[in-house]
């Protein structure tokens, strides 16, 4: 038996034919990512777009119900990954992954991944309404929409006018005033962003100063896969109790065995799972400027800051090990400091 579902963006509104056979196949509740090739591109804010997302949900009577606004793609791989994200939020463990940020990297748990757009719209009101002493017939407003809920107003500004043409002349300054801030925004992103993938990626040394501390965990991200992240998840768990002594979650009867085995070989472990000054070498490695320094200027630094690194040539050979990437050539001294503590 089929299905039909009515979906809808901006001012166009598309039916879906479906079968309900299929769809009873697939949890009631479940988020699908339902991808449109329409006949003609969507022109959207003086832009074609050739495919559009629709976020939906599998009812009780199996039917598709749309559960947010649809999302507007240049190309198909932008659809597919739009469809993958609304895909992964049906998992019912968090996602697993590797979080840097200057100074610091841990693996940590991942949700409420989300794809959000903003939206913004000329509203004309049923009836005009008064502001500030003046008759407002239409508004300029900004919406944020999501996958799996109703879209939410940012802002709205009034307009004092009940004059059509009016309100769309203010529109079309103000979204051309938006669009100068959002090409500055995106230049200004660019070049940081530029600026990072010129520089050595140091993902796979700050897994492999985890993998001490999380080997099964660090074994599954190497090589990431939806069926295993339930499993991802709780190697992770046990890992985390064993090294800080907190749960993340909770454990059913089999994992809580397997954890409590994880515990016992943390705590015949003579040395620490995660090495200090390594783990400082690599969060530092640009923060600090190590990148820049000699191994003797490194080890003064790592003792200043309060740590026990035995030598100089130990820093050089902890360095060598992980293949940290030197900015400094061979034989140049450099000058300079250390940041502040």
């Not at 796979?204 to 993998?211: F, G, N, P």
């Not at 990431?224 to 800080?244: C, I, S």
Request: hydrophobic share 40%.
């Amino acid at each position: 038996m089929s299905t039909i579902t009515k979906l809808s963006i901006g001012k166009w509104g598309i039916e879906l034919r479906g079968d309900r056979e299929k769809l009873s196949q697939l949890k009631v509740g479940s988020l699908c990512g339902v991808t449109v090739k329409p006949d003609q591109p969507l022109l959207i804010e003086d832009r074609n777009y050739p495919f559009v997302v629709f976020p939906t949900r599998v009812t009780p009577t199996f039917d598709l119900e749309q559960t947010g606004e649809g999302i507007p793609c240049a190309n198909e791989k932008m659809a597919n990954d739009i469809v993958q994200v609304i895909q992964a939020k049906n998992q019912t463990v968090p996602h697993i992954g590797l979080m840097s940020v200057p100074g610091f990297f841990s693996i940590a748990t991942i949700s409420n991944v989300d794809v959000t757009r903003e939206n913004f719209v000329l509203f004309k009101f049923h009836v005009s309404k008064m502001h500030n002493g003046q008759r407002c017939g239409f508004a300029l407003r900004l919406y944020k929409t999501f996958l799996d809920k109703p879209r939410e107003l940012l802002w709205e500004i009034m307009l004092p006018t009940t004059n059509a043409r009016t309100a769309q002349k203010l529109f079309r300054k103000k979204n051309e005033e938006m669009k100068v801030e959002e090409i500055a925004a995106k230049q200004a992103f660019a070049l940081a962003d530029a600026k990072t993938k010129a520089e050595p990626n140091l993902s796979a040394i700050q897994l492999k100063v985890l993998s001490k501390a999380y080997p099964e965990t660090v074994a599954f991200l190497a090589k990431p896969d939806a069926v295993n992240a339930t499993a991802a998840f709780a190697a992770y768990q046990r890992e985390t109790l064993a090294l800080t002594g907190h749960l993340t979650g909770s454990l059913d009867k089999v994992e809580f065995a397997k954890a409590a085995k994880v515990l016992i070989n943390a705590s015949r472990r003579k040395n620490p799972a995660l090495n200090d000054v390594e783990f400082q070498l690599v969060a530092g490695w640009r923060l600090r400027g190590y990148d820049r320094m000699t191994p003797q200027q490194r080890f003064d630094d790592l003792k200043s800051i309060g740590l026990q690194p035995s030598s100089a040539d130990a820093v050089r050979k902890i360095c060598e090990r992980l293949e940290l990437p030197s900015q400094r050539k061979p034989g140049e001294r450099s000058n300079l400091l250390a940041p502040a503590k």
